[in-house]
């Protein structure tokens, strides 16, 4: 591999400074490397900022910048190459502390890159499709203010599966199954698998259990009427980063995509390994 390109996390000076460091120390080796100089201020890439020659997308931070990576470069399946600068950093493959040994290993050909499973969701109002996008991690839908409850009818395959009266819901990948959802309480997936996670945020039920579909499932989320009758104003929330606003009336319907994220991996570490690792931390 020889061609490489940049994106740092403008938010944080530390990678800003650093992907000089990287772009000198792969041209010292005779490898071609672009940085993308034209960061939005919300992080987003245009895909067209990528040389068509790019082999591999070199990204500096922590997870957050990747997934939106990810969401934004969706269309152009290259393999990225996580250096985490933030805290726990499950997608990265390297830290800074390491940078120039994992380029070494990209430059000599000597990595593994494991595709990841992306959901994409679907917002339909008045049998209209409205807007969508794409998820590496997960679909949150939820209220607009703070501590608001939403209703939520879920159904399954066009299966009405049940009434939910919550914070909100998340529909998690695998990959995103270490994140909001294992903080809201449902269970932890290998990466690799085929599934999607469906789990209710803060549920006012008994029934607070996070359910296992198959990535051949489709759920579909209808956004009905609170208790008292009234309309309800929530919002999809794909991968912490891309907002639309729903209501009453509307629905998202979620299911597994075409696309996928080719991730990285330097070391032969297992993921039971990995996780044992990263909850010791």
């Not at 940078?99 to 499973?117: G, N, Q, S, W």
């Not at 009818?153 to 994140?179: E, R, W």
């Not at 029934?207 to 009905?224: K, L, P």
Request: charged share 25%.
């Amino acid at each position: 591999m020889k061609n490489f390109f940049v994106i740092a996390n403008n938010s944080k000076k530390e990678a800003v400074d650093f992907q000089l460091n990287i772009k000198e120390y792969l041209e010292s080796k005779g490898a071609k490397c672009d940085i993308c100089s034209e960061v939005s201020t919300k992080g987003h890439v245009q895909a067209s900022q990528v040389p068509s020659d790019s082999e591999c997308v070199i990204v500096l931070g922590g997870d957050g910048t990747l997934l939106q990576a990810s969401m934004d470069l969706a269309d152009i399946n290259i393999p990225f190459l996580g250096i985490n600068l933030g805290t726990l950093g499950y997608l990265a493959a390297a830290d800074k502390d390491d940078v120039f040994t994992a380029l070494d290993r990209m430059l000599k050909d000597d990595y593994i890159t494991e595709p990841r499973m992306m959901i994409y969701g679907e917002v339909n109002s008045n049998n209209q499709k409205m807007d969508e996008s794409w998820a590496l991690n997960e679909i949150v839908i939820t209220g607009k203010e703070p501590m608001q409850i939403v209703y939520l009818c879920v159904y399954v395959n066009d299966m009405f599966l049940h009434k939910y009266q919550a914070d909100g819901v998340i529909v998690s990948t695998p990959t995103g199954s270490t994140g909001y959802n294992l903080s809201a309480g449902g269970p932890i997936v290998n990466p690799t698998a085929k599934t999607m996670v469906l789990t209710p945020v803060s549920p006012h039920s008994m029934h607070n259990r996070g359910i296992v579909f198959s990535s051949d499932d489709t759920i579909r989320i209808d956004i009905v009427e609170d208790r008292y009758g009234r309309e309800q104003n929530v919002v999809a929330i794909f991968d912490g980063s891309k907002k639309v606003d729903i209501k009453t009336g509307d629905s998202i319907t979620i299911k597994r995509s075409e696309k996928t994220t080719k991730i990285i991996k330097l070391k032969k570490e297992s993921f039971l390994e990995t996780l044992h690792n990263k909850l010791e931390d």
